[in-house]
């Protein structure tokens, strides 16, 4: 009997969150979870009023999605991040991020024997991809360290989960140029582009980056952080057009289409600046509380100029600081979930309601 694929991946990380979960929710006012960056608060209006009108959809959708979803992606990737240059050959509407960053090796063709690379502190399914693929991974940020070897895929990821840390366009340049030279597919994961507070995220596609062409490149979008939309699973893939027809020929056989209501939503989120704002602004009033409050009780933070979280240190273990925060009523992600540079650190999100981010704010003062 074949060895089952569950054998090959590594273990889910929150399961291990468990009786640190239990104690949290021990506490009198009950837990404030910080451990994942799920959003709390509704969705926009037009978005609902969007999908509301597309209801009566009883016809199949088509994998490549509608001319009009793919067209509201181009003008957002123009009108928000300076990106140009593409048509509609060149955007694929996703089922959410999270299930194309794990199947993307495999839908690309990536195999046993071939190599991908992926940040040192990283999103768990870059790793979970390569597993299903059967290729093999390493966690660097050091092309050098690679040696002569040449991966078949590489994954960038800025802003950052779980640092937040904001990669300059020079570095980004000097990677498409790295892997353009050596014929490695570049996957730039940008879900958190617009969750920016002390820096300016530059999508690699931008032409500043890319020197206006998207050979070899494709950067992953998703709207479940900038609008609420993580119940919606609505996101998409851009760049080289040639790969984007990789992806879209395997998925016409799969059936993964993008249903017809949600893509209405979609064009109706990306083209909503004004909801944007407003939920930007939320972030950062409650990212501003809970930072303060983590400095005034002992944190140390690093980076976390962009994304949702707060990658803090106490200098110690970092499931020692689990439980600490635990003992609180707190729970957060321990950074080891992200790779071995991580055991210091804890993830602590802001996406929090206001109410439960002022409770963390008090338990930690007390």
Known sequence: MRPLVSTRLPDFPWDHLTSYAATARAHPDGIVDLSVGTPVDPTPAVVQDALRAAADSPGYPTTIG????????????????????????????????KELIGSMAAHLGIGAGDLIAYPALAYPTYEVGAALCG????????????????????????????????????????????????????????????????????????????????EGILSVHSLSKRSNLAGYRCAFVAGDPALVGELLAVRKNLGLQMPSPQQAAMIAALDDDAHVADQHARYAARRARLREALEHAGFRIDHSEASLYLWSTRDEDCWATVAWLAERGILAAPGSFYGVAGNRHVRIAFTATDERIDAAVARLAG
């Open 66 to 97: 509608r001319v009009e979803t793919r067209q509201a992606c181009l003008d957002w990737l123009e009108r928000s991040h300076g990106v140009t240059g593409l048509g509609l050959d060149a955007v694929l509407p996703v089922i959410g991020s």
């Open 135 to 214: 290729a093999r991974a390493v966690a660097t940020d050091s092309l050098t360290s690679l040696g002569p070897e040449t991966p078949a895929l590489l994954w960038l990821n800025s802003p950052s989960n779980p640092t937040g840390r904001v990669l300059p366009v020079e570095h980004l340049k000097k990677v498409v140029d790295w892997c353009r030279e050596r014929g490695t597919i570049l996957v730039s994961d940008e879900c958190y582009l617009e969750c920016a507070w002390e820096a300016s995220p530059v999508s690699v596609l931008h032409p500043s980056v890319s020197g206006g062409s998207a």
